[in-house]
C-alpha cells in the first residue's frame, strides 16, 4: 500500500470516527422533545419540614440523565445528594426531599433527549 493510499485510508478513518452521532428512529432523526410527565406533589402543596418531590421523565428514543434539572423557587434541587435519578433510556423518574416555603412555589423540571431536543414543564 503506498504512502498515499494509507494516508487517504487514515484520513476516511479520522473522518468516520470524528463524524457526530444523531439518534434515529426508523431511519429518521429524532425531532421528538422529552416530557416532563408529572411533578408530584404540586407546587401548591403547604410547606412542611421536608417533602418528598417526584418527577417523571419520557422520551421516545434515550433520555440523557446528565441533563436533569429540578429547581424550586430558583434554587436547583436535583443535583442535591437526597435526589436520585432511575429508569430506563426512555422512562425514569427523579425522587428526592425539598423545602418548600409558605405561600406559592415555583417548581421547574427540564430534560433533554440524547438528540438535544428540550422537555420542560413548570408547577405553580
Known amino acids: 500500500m503506498s504512502l498515499r493510499s494509507r494516508w487517504l485510508a487514515a484520513a476516511a478513518t479520522l473522518l468516520c470516527v470524528s463524524a457526530p452521532l444523531r439518534a434515529q428512529v426508523s431511519g429518521a432523526i429524532d425531532t421528538t422533545p422529552p416530557v416532563v410527565v408529572s411533578i408530584s406533589p404540586p407546587a401548591a ?17 434515550s433520555l440523557d440523565p446528565s441533563t436533569a434539572s429540578v429547581t424550586v423557587n430558583g434554587v436547583e434541587v436535583h443535583s442535591a445528594p437526597s435526589f436520585a435519578y432511575s429508569g430506563s433510556a ?15 412555589n415555583v417548581v421547574r423540571a427540564r430534560i433533554s433527549d440524547r438528540e438535544g431536543n428540550v422537555g420542560a414543564a413548570v408547577e405553580v
Do not use: Y
Open 45 to 61: 402543596a403547604q410547606p412542611a419540614d421536608s417533602v418528598r418531590l417526584v418527577v417523571s421523565w419520557s422520551d421516545n428514543v
Open 90 to 104: 426512555t422512562a425514569a423518574t427523579s425522587v428526592g426531599t425539598v423545602h418548600l416555603q409558605s405561600g406559592a
